[in-house]
């Protein structure tokens, strides 16, 4: 028997990505590992938000729907086990969508557009007057998926902090309306160790800056990859003191070495000066070879057939719709519409 099974009483999470491109360390080190720790300790349902990436990503549909299953081989290489996570393909459960027309009624267009991350979205894109209506509104659609497995948990960077707490204002909204709690508020965990830098040294490891190591890396570009990692420019003799603040190497090292005595005895010697960077890039390389070594295999041997990552999505996914539809009659009751 299963934690699942065994335990009715576990708390739901929530997460999900847009599968835009394959997931990198950022995405490891941001979500994924912690996942994989989750399935064993909660109900963990696990959305690819094929919806939401459509809302900014209309000129280019062909990339969502390959990166379906893609992401889907990512998730199944760093050990997301089906059998104990709820992996779900969100255009595919049309509760969601019926359940974002009526939060919709809850939210006013001028909270959508003082919505932190939605406005620096917006500049991100260029979007400026412009922007898809689906756009704006996606938080109230985030707050579908969220509401629809009545999760409590939502793991997520901290970028999609002001997303759960719209949220939050849509759920109480709506049971002080019903005049009872059918809704869950949900609380955001942000992992431990925050987002990954770019290997450029850029604040953000992403797919858009060219500046990731993919989880399906090969060793060789795990290898040039890591030739490239920013270190510190003013230590320019391997007798000079270097600095280990916005050291992208050591940054990763924090990130990835277990063995941290060993770690810090390293920092300590580079700052002293007489440590070369060629020597912590090769203690960095040989950890992430081991790292992405194995899930880069797994990845391969899964993707040979993608016929049962996509059974493993529909089962997930007809699964999910059935607590997504208990919800949805919850909520059409509650609003009236409810006839037959
Ligand atoms: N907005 C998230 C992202 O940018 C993806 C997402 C969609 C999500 N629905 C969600 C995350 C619900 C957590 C909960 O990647």
Redesign the pocket.
Known sequence: MNQQSSNAQASVI?????PTGPLHLGHFVGSLRNRVTYQDQYRQYI?L?DA?ALTDNMDDIGKVHRNVVEVALDYLAVGIDPAKSTILI?SQIPELAELTFYYLNLVTVSRLERNPTVKQEIVLRGFERDIPAGFLV?PA??AA??TAFKASI?P?GED?IP?IEQCNEIVRRFNRDAGRDILVECKAIVPEVGRLPGIDGKAKMSKSLGNTINLGASADEIRAAVKQVYTDPLHLKVSDPGHIEGNVAFTYLDAFDTDKAALAEMKAHYQRGGLGDSVVKKRLEGILQELIGPIRERREELAKDKGEVLRILKEGTFKAREVAAQTMDEVRKALGLSYF
């Open positions: 929530l997460t999900g990505d847009r959305m938000a939401q969100q996606y659609s985030q998926d969220i939502v997520v999609q997303m």
